[in-house]
Protein backbone atom coordinates (compact mmCIF):
# COMPACT_ATOMS: atom_id res chain seq x y z
CA UNK A 1 0.00 0.00 0.00
CA UNK A 2 0.86 3.71 -0.80
CA UNK A 3 0.54 6.50 1.34
CA UNK A 4 -0.16 10.15 -0.39
CA UNK A 5 -0.04 12.97 1.86
CA UNK A 6 -2.61 16.10 0.55
CA UNK A 7 -0.13 18.06 -1.30
CA UNK A 8 0.85 14.37 -3.19
CA UNK A 9 -2.60 14.94 -6.00
CA UNK A 10 -1.21 14.97 -9.11
CA UNK A 11 -0.15 11.92 -11.61
CA UNK A 12 3.25 12.36 -11.26
CA UNK A 13 3.12 11.31 -7.41
CA UNK A 14 1.45 8.13 -8.86
CA UNK A 15 4.38 7.14 -11.58
CA UNK A 16 5.64 3.75 -10.64
CA UNK A 17 9.03 3.10 -10.41
CA UNK A 18 11.31 1.02 -8.19
CA UNK A 19 12.60 3.47 -5.51
CA UNK A 20 9.33 4.39 -4.72
CA UNK A 21 8.16 1.21 -4.42
CA UNK A 22 4.89 2.26 -6.47
CA UNK A 23 3.28 0.09 -8.81
CA UNK A 24 0.51 0.33 -11.66
CA UNK A 25 -1.70 -1.15 -9.63
CA UNK A 26 -0.72 -0.47 -5.74
CA UNK A 27 -3.49 0.35 -3.39
CA UNK A 28 -3.79 4.16 -2.34
CA UNK A 29 -3.80 5.10 0.68
CA UNK A 30 -5.40 8.89 2.05
CA UNK A 31 -5.72 10.35 5.30
CA UNK A 32 -8.04 13.54 6.36
CA UNK A 33 -6.52 14.10 9.93
CA UNK A 34 -8.80 16.62 11.92
CA UNK A 35 -5.73 17.38 14.33
CA UNK A 36 -3.66 19.42 11.75
CA UNK A 37 -6.85 21.74 11.57
CA UNK A 38 -6.62 21.91 15.27
CA UNK A 39 -3.21 23.17 15.61
CA UNK A 40 -3.26 26.26 14.11
CA UNK A 41 -5.68 28.96 13.19
CA UNK A 42 -5.89 28.52 9.72
CA UNK A 43 -7.43 30.45 7.09
CA UNK A 44 -10.87 28.97 6.04
CA UNK A 45 -10.76 29.31 2.16
CA UNK A 46 -7.13 27.07 3.03
CA UNK A 47 -8.59 24.39 4.52
CA UNK A 48 -11.55 24.51 2.41
CA UNK A 49 -9.27 24.18 -0.45
CA UNK A 50 -6.97 21.42 0.75
CA UNK A 51 -9.31 19.26 1.76
CA UNK A 52 -11.93 19.83 -1.49
CA UNK A 53 -8.70 18.67 -3.48
CA UNK A 54 -8.53 15.79 -1.24
CA UNK A 55 -11.75 14.74 -1.63
CA UNK A 56 -12.13 15.06 -5.23
CA UNK A 57 -8.48 13.07 -5.84
CA UNK A 58 -10.13 10.04 -3.57
CA UNK A 59 -12.81 10.67 -5.85
CA UNK A 60 -11.17 10.32 -8.98
CA UNK A 61 -9.11 6.98 -7.52
CA UNK A 62 -12.17 5.58 -6.66
CA UNK A 63 -11.58 2.36 -5.19
CA UNK A 64 -7.99 1.68 -5.56
CA UNK A 65 -7.78 4.49 -2.85
CA UNK A 66 -8.21 3.60 1.21
CA UNK A 67 -9.65 7.55 2.46
CA UNK A 68 -9.73 7.61 5.99
CA UNK A 69 -10.80 10.13 7.96
CA UNK A 70 -9.78 10.59 11.56
CA UNK A 71 -8.50 12.65 14.63
CA UNK A 72 -4.25 12.09 13.75
CA UNK A 73 -2.14 10.61 11.56
CA UNK A 74 -1.58 7.71 13.40
CA UNK A 75 -4.68 6.86 14.16
CA UNK A 76 -5.99 6.64 10.66
CA UNK A 77 -2.65 4.81 9.91
CA UNK A 78 -3.42 2.47 12.48
CA UNK A 79 -7.23 1.98 11.04
CA UNK A 80 -6.46 1.42 7.84
CA UNK A 81 -2.84 -0.39 7.31
CA UNK A 82 -2.43 -1.70 10.87
CA UNK A 83 1.23 -2.85 10.80
CA UNK A 84 1.15 -3.59 7.39
CA UNK A 85 4.05 -2.44 5.42
CA UNK A 86 3.65 1.19 3.33
CA UNK A 87 5.94 3.12 0.71
CA UNK A 88 5.51 7.09 0.79
CA UNK A 89 7.09 9.52 -1.07
CA UNK A 90 9.16 12.28 0.96
CA UNK A 91 7.29 14.82 2.68
CA UNK A 92 7.26 18.10 2.47
CA UNK A 93 7.89 18.87 6.04
CA UNK A 94 10.04 17.90 8.98
CA UNK A 95 7.84 17.14 10.94
CA UNK A 96 5.75 14.77 8.79
CA UNK A 97 9.28 13.49 8.10
CA UNK A 98 9.79 12.64 11.75
CA UNK A 99 6.39 10.90 11.56
CA UNK A 100 7.23 8.47 8.84
CA UNK A 101 10.05 7.75 9.92
CA UNK A 102 9.26 6.52 13.05
CA UNK A 103 6.79 4.14 11.79
CA UNK A 104 8.83 0.48 11.19
CA UNK A 105 6.88 -0.22 8.49
CA UNK A 106 6.64 2.68 6.22
CA UNK A 107 9.59 2.86 3.91
CA UNK A 108 10.51 6.91 2.47
CA UNK A 109 11.00 7.05 -1.18
CA UNK A 110 12.52 10.12 -2.68
CA UNK A 111 10.89 13.67 -3.19
CA UNK A 112 8.53 14.19 -5.88
CA UNK A 113 7.65 17.32 -7.58
CA UNK A 114 10.42 19.30 -7.76
CA UNK A 115 13.24 19.52 -10.19
CA UNK A 116 16.37 18.59 -8.43
CA UNK A 117 17.00 15.40 -6.20
CA UNK A 118 18.47 16.61 -3.00
CA UNK A 119 21.64 15.26 -3.13
CA UNK A 120 22.09 16.63 -6.39
CA UNK A 121 21.36 20.03 -4.74
CA UNK A 122 23.81 19.22 -2.11
CA UNK A 123 26.46 18.42 -3.74
CA UNK A 124 25.90 21.54 -6.06
CA UNK A 125 25.63 23.76 -3.11
CA UNK A 126 28.62 22.30 -1.23
CA UNK A 127 30.66 22.95 -4.45
CA UNK A 128 30.30 26.19 -4.53
CA UNK A 129 33.35 26.93 -2.37
CA UNK A 130 33.18 29.97 -0.36
CA UNK A 131 30.51 31.64 -2.36
CA UNK A 132 27.05 31.84 -1.05
CA UNK A 133 24.63 29.57 -2.38
CA UNK A 134 22.76 32.91 -4.19
CA UNK A 135 19.73 32.04 -5.99
CA UNK A 136 20.90 33.43 -9.49
CA UNK A 137 23.62 30.83 -9.86
CA UNK A 138 21.05 27.87 -8.65
CA UNK A 139 18.72 28.96 -11.12
CA UNK A 140 21.50 29.09 -13.97
CA UNK A 141 22.25 25.71 -12.96
CA UNK A 142 19.18 24.28 -13.51
CA UNK A 143 18.33 25.94 -16.53
CA UNK A 144 21.83 24.07 -18.13
CA UNK A 145 20.62 21.12 -16.35
CA UNK A 146 17.28 20.94 -17.78
CA UNK A 147 17.61 22.69 -20.95
CA UNK A 148 14.88 25.14 -19.97
CA UNK A 149 15.30 27.97 -22.38
CA UNK A 150 18.71 27.20 -23.63
CA UNK A 151 19.97 27.42 -27.37
CA UNK A 152 22.83 25.03 -26.83
CA UNK A 153 24.87 26.27 -23.79
CA UNK A 154 23.72 29.64 -23.80
CA UNK A 155 20.62 31.31 -22.32
CA UNK A 156 17.69 31.30 -24.98
CA UNK A 157 18.25 35.18 -26.20
CA UNK A 158 21.87 35.23 -25.30
CA UNK A 159 20.90 36.65 -21.89
CA UNK A 160 20.02 34.76 -18.70
CA UNK A 161 18.45 37.72 -16.73
CA UNK A 162 15.89 39.78 -18.31
CA UNK A 163 14.91 41.73 -14.96
CA UNK A 164 16.01 45.36 -16.15
CA UNK A 165 12.54 44.55 -18.84
CA UNK A 166 10.92 43.72 -15.82
CA UNK A 167 9.93 45.32 -12.85
CA UNK A 168 7.91 47.96 -14.21
CA UNK A 169 5.66 50.49 -12.15
CA UNK A 170 2.17 50.04 -13.12
CA UNK A 171 1.35 51.89 -16.07
CA UNK A 172 0.06 55.58 -15.27
CA UNK A 173 -3.62 56.43 -15.02
CA UNK A 174 -4.42 52.60 -14.76
CA UNK A 175 -6.53 51.03 -11.93
CA UNK A 176 -6.36 47.72 -13.23
CA UNK A 177 -3.89 45.96 -16.03
CA UNK A 178 -5.46 45.34 -19.98
CA UNK A 179 -4.89 41.51 -19.27
CA UNK A 180 -7.76 38.76 -19.64
CA UNK A 181 -9.04 37.80 -15.87
CA UNK A 182 -7.63 34.28 -14.61
CA UNK A 183 -9.65 31.16 -14.50
CA UNK A 184 -11.57 30.72 -11.70
CA UNK A 185 -13.42 27.02 -10.53
CA UNK A 186 -16.95 26.36 -10.84
CA UNK A 187 -17.51 24.57 -7.15
CA UNK A 188 -19.67 21.15 -7.00
CA UNK A 189 -21.03 18.85 -4.69
CA UNK A 190 -17.57 18.08 -2.62
CA UNK A 191 -16.75 21.86 -1.89
CA UNK A 192 -20.75 21.82 -0.72
CA UNK A 193 -19.96 19.29 1.49
CA UNK A 194 -16.35 20.56 2.48
CA UNK A 195 -18.50 23.49 3.58
CA UNK A 196 -21.12 22.14 5.87
CA UNK A 197 -18.03 19.58 7.83
CA UNK A 198 -16.59 23.14 7.96
CA UNK A 199 -19.22 24.39 9.34
CA UNK A 200 -19.82 21.41 11.62
CA UNK A 201 -16.28 21.71 13.36
CA UNK A 202 -16.30 24.85 14.03
CA UNK A 203 -20.06 25.12 15.75
CA UNK A 204 -18.67 22.32 17.90
CA UNK A 205 -16.41 24.65 18.55
CA UNK A 206 -13.44 21.85 17.44
CA UNK A 207 -11.34 24.35 15.32
CA UNK A 208 -11.48 27.91 14.37
CA UNK A 209 -10.79 29.77 11.29
CA UNK A 210 -9.66 33.19 10.01
CA UNK A 211 -10.91 34.81 6.96
CA UNK A 212 -13.63 34.38 4.66
CA UNK A 213 -14.43 31.57 3.02
CA UNK A 214 -15.90 32.87 -0.54
CA UNK A 215 -16.44 30.96 -3.88
CA UNK A 216 -13.38 28.70 -3.99
CA UNK A 217 -11.31 30.53 -6.18
CA UNK A 218 -8.04 28.26 -6.65
CA UNK A 219 -8.24 24.52 -8.53
CA UNK A 220 -8.90 21.36 -6.80
CA UNK A 221 -8.67 19.01 -9.30
CA UNK A 222 -5.69 18.41 -11.43
CA UNK A 223 -8.40 19.34 -14.77
CA UNK A 224 -8.63 22.74 -12.95
CA UNK A 225 -5.39 23.19 -12.64
CA UNK A 226 -4.13 22.14 -16.05
CA UNK A 227 -7.19 24.90 -16.88
CA UNK A 228 -5.49 27.45 -14.79
CA UNK A 229 -2.14 27.33 -16.87
CA UNK A 230 -3.81 26.76 -20.13
CA UNK A 231 -5.53 30.66 -19.66
CA UNK A 232 -2.30 31.88 -17.87
CA UNK A 233 0.02 31.04 -20.93
CA UNK A 234 -2.64 31.57 -23.57
CA UNK A 235 -4.16 35.03 -22.30
CA UNK A 236 -2.06 36.62 -19.71
CA UNK A 237 1.74 35.48 -19.57
CA UNK A 238 2.63 38.10 -21.95
CA UNK A 239 2.26 40.93 -19.17
CA UNK A 240 3.94 38.71 -16.24
CA UNK A 241 7.29 40.10 -16.86
CA UNK A 242 6.93 44.33 -17.07
CA UNK A 243 4.13 44.28 -14.18
CA UNK A 244 5.58 41.68 -11.82
CA UNK A 245 6.79 44.12 -8.94
CA UNK A 246 3.57 46.25 -9.59
CA UNK A 247 0.49 46.65 -7.45
CA UNK A 248 -2.90 48.39 -8.28
CA UNK A 249 -5.47 48.53 -5.69
CA UNK A 250 -8.31 47.61 -7.81
CA UNK A 251 -6.36 44.50 -9.45
CA UNK A 252 -4.85 42.50 -6.69
CA UNK A 253 -3.99 39.71 -9.28
CA UNK A 254 -2.46 41.56 -12.21
CA UNK A 255 -0.61 39.03 -14.86
CA UNK A 256 0.49 36.70 -11.94
CA UNK A 257 -0.48 32.78 -12.65
CA UNK A 258 -2.20 32.23 -9.60
CA UNK A 259 -0.65 28.66 -9.88
CA UNK A 260 1.40 28.30 -6.20
CA UNK A 261 -1.46 26.67 -4.66
CA UNK A 262 -1.85 24.16 -7.45
CA UNK A 263 1.99 23.22 -7.61
CA UNK A 264 1.81 22.99 -3.44
CA UNK A 265 -0.57 20.21 -4.06
CA UNK A 266 0.96 18.88 -6.43
CA UNK A 267 -1.65 19.36 -8.94
CA UNK A 268 0.97 20.34 -11.19
CA UNK A 269 4.79 19.69 -12.07
CA UNK A 270 7.09 22.58 -12.04
CA UNK A 271 8.51 21.30 -15.22
CA UNK A 272 5.08 21.42 -17.28
CA UNK A 273 4.81 24.93 -16.45
CA UNK A 274 8.03 25.85 -17.62
CA UNK A 275 7.97 23.66 -20.33
CA UNK A 276 4.58 25.79 -21.73
CA UNK A 277 6.05 28.89 -21.21
CA UNK A 278 9.11 28.24 -23.15
CA UNK A 279 6.91 26.92 -25.89
CA UNK A 280 4.53 29.97 -26.09
CA UNK A 281 7.79 31.76 -26.09
CA UNK A 282 9.70 29.61 -29.30
CA UNK A 283 6.02 29.80 -30.79
CA UNK A 284 6.07 33.58 -30.60
CA UNK A 285 2.83 34.12 -28.62
CA UNK A 286 5.03 35.70 -25.74
CA UNK A 287 7.53 37.77 -25.20
CA UNK A 288 11.11 36.56 -23.82
CA UNK A 289 11.35 38.86 -20.54
CA UNK A 290 8.14 37.48 -19.95
CA UNK A 291 8.69 34.02 -20.23
CA UNK A 292 12.16 34.43 -18.24
CA UNK A 293 10.43 36.40 -15.83
CA UNK A 294 8.13 33.04 -15.14
CA UNK A 295 10.86 30.55 -15.88
CA UNK A 296 12.79 32.06 -12.85
CA UNK A 297 9.86 32.29 -10.38
CA UNK A 298 9.47 28.42 -10.67
CA UNK A 299 12.68 26.70 -11.59
CA UNK A 300 14.56 29.34 -9.73
CA UNK A 301 12.48 30.27 -6.79
CA UNK A 302 10.38 27.77 -5.76
CA UNK A 303 12.92 24.97 -6.15
CA UNK A 304 15.52 27.42 -4.69
CA UNK A 305 13.40 27.85 -1.36
CA UNK A 306 12.54 23.82 -1.35
CA UNK A 307 15.74 23.06 -1.58
CA UNK A 308 16.98 25.56 0.98
CA UNK A 309 14.49 24.33 3.47
CA UNK A 310 16.41 21.36 3.49
CA UNK A 311 19.83 22.21 2.85
CA UNK A 312 20.01 24.59 5.76
CA UNK A 313 18.18 22.29 8.26
CA UNK A 314 16.00 21.78 11.04
CA UNK A 315 17.37 24.52 13.23
CA UNK A 316 17.18 27.32 10.07
CA UNK A 317 13.63 28.09 11.45
CA UNK A 318 14.30 29.51 14.30
CA UNK A 319 17.20 31.72 13.41
CA UNK A 320 16.99 35.16 14.63
CA UNK A 321 20.35 37.14 14.39
CA UNK A 322 18.47 40.46 14.54
CA UNK A 323 17.31 39.47 18.02
CA UNK A 324 13.13 40.32 17.71
CA UNK A 325 10.96 39.04 19.96
CA UNK A 326 7.72 41.43 19.41
CA UNK A 327 4.51 39.28 19.55
CA UNK A 328 2.12 39.68 16.05
CA UNK A 329 -0.89 42.28 17.54
CA UNK A 330 -4.10 41.11 17.73
CA UNK A 331 -5.43 43.20 14.80
CA UNK A 332 -2.75 41.36 12.69
CA UNK A 333 -3.76 37.68 13.77
CA UNK A 334 -7.25 38.33 13.02
CA UNK A 335 -7.14 40.10 9.61
CA UNK A 336 -8.72 42.54 11.02
CA UNK A 337 -8.31 45.02 7.79
CA UNK A 338 -11.16 47.45 8.65
CA UNK A 339 -9.02 48.55 11.64
CA UNK A 340 -5.70 49.80 9.54
CA UNK A 341 -5.96 53.06 7.60
CA UNK A 342 -2.81 52.55 6.19
CA UNK A 343 -4.61 52.16 2.45
CA UNK A 344 -2.10 50.28 1.42
CA UNK A 345 -1.95 47.63 4.77
CA UNK A 346 -5.53 48.18 4.72
CA UNK A 347 -5.80 47.00 1.14
CA UNK A 348 -3.80 44.24 0.83
CA UNK A 349 -4.87 42.64 4.65
CA UNK A 350 -8.05 42.59 2.94
CA UNK A 351 -6.92 40.94 0.18
CA UNK A 352 -5.76 38.40 2.56
CA UNK A 353 -8.83 37.97 4.26
CA UNK A 354 -10.98 37.38 1.56
CA UNK A 355 -8.94 34.94 -0.21
CA UNK A 356 -6.36 33.57 1.32
CA UNK A 357 -3.94 35.09 -0.92
CA UNK A 358 -1.92 38.56 -2.49
CA UNK A 359 1.08 38.63 -4.14
CA UNK A 360 4.21 38.36 -3.63
CA UNK A 361 5.55 42.39 -3.85
CA UNK A 362 2.56 42.78 -1.24
CA UNK A 363 3.62 39.74 0.49
CA UNK A 364 7.39 40.77 0.77
CA UNK A 365 6.76 44.71 0.55
CA UNK A 366 3.59 45.79 2.66
CA UNK A 367 3.08 42.35 5.25
CA UNK A 368 6.17 41.35 5.71
CA UNK A 369 8.24 44.78 5.70
CA UNK A 370 5.81 45.83 8.48
CA UNK A 371 6.72 43.39 10.22
CA UNK A 372 10.41 43.26 9.92
CA UNK A 373 10.46 46.93 10.67
CA UNK A 374 8.51 46.62 13.57
CA UNK A 375 10.65 43.44 15.54
CA UNK A 376 8.15 40.66 15.41
CA UNK A 377 9.21 37.45 16.49
CA UNK A 378 10.02 35.93 12.62
CA UNK A 379 8.87 32.15 13.75
CA UNK A 380 5.45 33.86 14.59
CA UNK A 381 5.48 35.61 11.58
CA UNK A 382 6.13 32.67 9.81
CA UNK A 383 3.60 30.72 11.51
CA UNK A 384 1.08 33.39 10.54
CA UNK A 385 1.93 33.37 6.71
CA UNK A 386 1.64 29.92 6.90
CA UNK A 387 -1.27 30.14 8.45
CA UNK A 388 -2.96 32.32 6.53
CA UNK A 389 -2.45 31.79 2.85
CA UNK A 390 -4.22 28.93 0.44
CA UNK A 391 -0.60 28.55 -0.39
CA UNK A 392 1.28 28.37 2.41
CA UNK A 393 3.40 25.02 3.45
CA UNK A 394 6.50 24.62 5.94
CA UNK A 395 8.63 24.03 2.99
CA UNK A 396 7.91 27.45 1.29
CA UNK A 397 6.86 29.65 4.32
CA UNK A 398 10.53 28.82 6.48
CA UNK A 399 12.77 30.11 3.88
CA UNK A 400 10.51 32.86 2.24
CA UNK A 401 10.09 34.32 5.96
CA UNK A 402 12.38 33.87 7.91
CA UNK A 403 15.18 34.14 5.54
CA UNK A 404 13.64 36.48 2.45
CA UNK A 405 11.44 38.88 4.13
CA UNK A 406 13.01 38.85 7.98
CA UNK A 407 16.30 38.42 7.50
CA UNK A 408 16.56 36.61 10.75
CA UNK A 409 19.01 34.58 9.45
CA UNK A 410 21.49 37.35 8.57
CA UNK A 411 22.04 37.03 4.98
CA UNK A 412 22.45 33.13 4.27
CA UNK A 413 19.39 33.79 1.29
CA UNK A 414 19.31 37.19 0.29
CA UNK A 415 22.40 40.24 0.39
CA UNK A 416 19.99 42.41 2.13
CA UNK A 417 16.89 42.98 4.30
CA UNK A 418 14.00 44.06 2.30
CA UNK A 419 12.12 46.83 3.87
CA UNK A 420 11.75 50.31 2.10
CA UNK A 421 10.16 53.69 3.36
CA UNK A 422 6.59 54.53 1.61
CA UNK A 423 8.42 56.19 -1.58
CA UNK A 424 8.88 52.65 -2.79
CA UNK A 425 5.30 52.00 -2.31
CA UNK A 426 4.13 55.01 -4.30
CA UNK A 427 6.60 54.32 -7.37
CA UNK A 428 5.41 50.53 -7.49
CA UNK A 429 1.80 51.09 -7.18
CA UNK A 430 -1.44 53.72 -7.09
CA UNK A 431 -1.36 52.42 -3.75
CA UNK A 432 -0.75 56.28 -1.72
CA UNK A 433 -2.80 57.93 -3.60
CA UNK A 434 -5.61 59.08 -1.62
CA UNK A 435 -4.24 57.58 1.72
CA UNK A 436 -4.02 59.39 4.89
CA UNK A 437 -0.64 59.06 5.35
CA UNK A 438 2.10 60.91 3.24
CA UNK A 439 5.22 58.86 1.70
CA UNK A 440 7.74 61.67 1.74
CA UNK A 441 6.92 62.33 5.68
CA UNK A 442 8.43 60.82 8.74
CA UNK A 443 7.05 62.81 11.23
CA UNK A 444 3.92 64.71 12.09
CA UNK A 445 -0.01 63.55 11.90
CA UNK A 446 0.32 62.23 8.43
CA UNK A 447 3.59 60.50 8.82
CA UNK A 448 4.12 57.17 6.51
CA UNK A 449 4.29 54.38 8.95
CA UNK A 450 6.57 52.29 6.04
CA UNK A 451 8.83 55.80 6.21
CA UNK A 452 8.73 56.15 9.77
CA UNK A 453 9.46 52.34 10.66
CA UNK A 454 12.27 52.06 7.58
CA UNK A 455 13.99 54.88 9.63
CA UNK A 456 13.11 53.20 13.01
CA UNK A 457 15.00 49.51 12.30
CA UNK A 458 17.62 51.08 10.27
CA UNK A 459 18.40 53.12 13.91
CA UNK A 460 17.79 49.88 15.56
CA UNK A 461 20.13 47.76 13.43
CA UNK A 462 22.73 50.40 12.17
CA UNK A 463 25.75 48.50 14.04
CA UNK A 464 24.60 45.07 12.35
CA UNK A 465 24.13 46.88 9.17
CA UNK A 466 26.22 49.42 8.44
CA UNK A 467 29.07 47.00 7.10
CA UNK A 468 26.43 45.25 4.87
CA UNK A 469 27.95 47.17 1.65
CA UNK A 470 24.01 46.73 -0.26
CA UNK A 471 23.40 49.04 2.94
CA UNK A 472 26.03 51.14 3.85
CA UNK A 473 24.16 54.33 1.99
CA UNK A 474 20.93 54.08 3.58
CA UNK A 475 22.41 53.35 7.15
CA UNK A 476 24.36 56.89 6.46
CA UNK A 477 21.44 58.01 5.62
CA UNK A 478 20.61 58.40 9.29
CA UNK A 479 22.80 60.90 9.58
CA UNK A 480 21.56 63.32 7.59
CA UNK A 481 17.84 62.99 9.00
CA UNK A 482 17.68 66.32 12.05
CA UNK A 483 14.36 64.85 13.25
CA UNK A 484 15.42 60.69 14.34
CA UNK A 485 14.48 61.40 17.59
CA UNK A 486 11.13 62.72 16.88
CA UNK A 487 10.79 59.19 14.73
CA UNK A 488 11.74 57.19 17.66
CA UNK A 489 9.57 58.73 19.86
CA UNK A 490 6.72 58.44 17.45
CA UNK A 491 7.62 55.14 16.67
CA UNK A 492 7.29 53.96 20.26
CA UNK A 493 4.19 56.01 20.59
CA UNK A 494 2.42 53.92 17.89
CA UNK A 495 3.89 50.50 19.57
CA UNK A 496 1.22 47.77 18.03
CA UNK A 497 -1.56 49.48 17.21
CA UNK A 498 -3.05 49.13 13.52
CA UNK A 499 -1.29 52.33 11.65
P1 LIG B 1 3.56 34.09 -9.80
O1 LIG B 1 3.99 35.46 -9.51
O2 LIG B 1 2.72 33.87 -11.00
O3 LIG B 1 4.87 33.19 -9.89
C1 LIG B 1 4.85 31.90 -10.50
C2 LIG B 1 5.19 30.80 -9.51
O4 LIG B 1 6.52 30.92 -9.06
C3 LIG B 1 4.35 30.75 -8.27
O5 LIG B 1 3.13 30.11 -8.53
C4 LIG B 1 5.23 29.96 -7.32
O6 LIG B 1 5.02 28.59 -7.49
C5 LIG B 1 6.63 30.27 -7.79
N1 LIG B 1 7.34 31.18 -6.88
C6 LIG B 1 7.73 32.44 -7.14
N2 LIG B 1 8.43 32.93 -6.11
C7 LIG B 1 8.47 31.98 -5.19
C8 LIG B 1 9.05 31.90 -3.90
N3 LIG B 1 9.74 32.92 -3.37
N4 LIG B 1 8.88 30.78 -3.21
C9 LIG B 1 8.20 29.75 -3.73
N5 LIG B 1 7.63 29.76 -4.94
C10 LIG B 1 7.78 30.87 -5.67
N6 LIG B 1 4.87 31.00 -2.28
C11 LIG B 1 4.20 29.89 -2.02
O7 LIG B 1 3.96 29.08 -2.90
N7 LIG B 1 3.77 29.60 -0.76
C12 LIG B 1 4.02 30.44 0.25
O8 LIG B 1 3.62 30.15 1.37
C13 LIG B 1 4.72 31.65 0.00
N8 LIG B 1 4.97 32.53 1.00
C14 LIG B 1 5.63 33.67 0.76
C15 LIG B 1 5.88 34.55 1.81
C16 LIG B 1 6.60 35.71 1.60
C17 LIG B 1 6.88 36.63 2.74
C18 LIG B 1 7.07 35.98 0.30
C19 LIG B 1 7.87 37.21 0.04
C20 LIG B 1 6.81 35.12 -0.76
C21 LIG B 1 6.10 33.95 -0.54
N9 LIG B 1 5.81 33.05 -1.58
C22 LIG B 1 5.14 31.90 -1.31
C23 LIG B 1 6.30 33.28 -2.93
C24 LIG B 1 5.34 34.04 -3.85
O9 LIG B 1 4.91 35.21 -3.20
C25 LIG B 1 4.12 33.20 -4.24
O10 LIG B 1 4.55 31.97 -4.76
C26 LIG B 1 3.31 33.88 -5.32
O11 LIG B 1 2.91 35.16 -4.90
C27 LIG B 1 2.11 33.02 -5.66
O12 LIG B 1 1.30 33.65 -6.60
P2 LIG B 1 1.33 33.21 -8.13
O13 LIG B 1 1.10 31.75 -8.23
O14 LIG B 1 0.43 34.11 -8.91
O15 LIG B 1 2.85 33.50 -8.51
Redesign the pocket.
Same mark, same amino acid.
Given at each position: MHWLFGDQLGPHFLRPSEDSGLAGDTPLLMIEARSVFRRRRFHRAKAHLVLSAMRHRAAELGDRVTYVRSDTYREGLARAAGGRPLTVHHPTSYAALRLVRSLPHVTTGPARGFLVPMDAFSAWADGQGGRSVRQENFYRWVRRGHAFLMDGDQPAGGRWNLDHDNRQPPPRDATTLPVDRPYRPREDDIDEQVRHDLDRWEKDGDVSFVGRDGPRLFPATRAEARAALRRFVERRLTA +?GPY?DAMLAADPVMS %? $? =? =? $?SS =? *?LGLLDPAECVERAEAAWREGRAPLNSVEG +?VR??AG @? &?EY !?WQLYWYFGEDYRTSNVLRHTAPLPDWWNDLAADDVDARCLHTVLSQVRDTG @?T??IP &? =?MI??SYALQRGWDPAAVTDW +? %?RC +?V???DW !??VP *? !?VG? $?QYADGGRMTTKPYTSGGAYVNRMSDLCGSCVYRPADRTGAHACPYTAGYWAFLDRHRSALEHNHRMTRAVRGLDRLADLADVRRQERARGDSPP
Open positions: +FE %H $S =L =L $S =L *N +FQI @W &R !V @WHH &R =LLG +F %H +FDGY !VM *N !VM $S
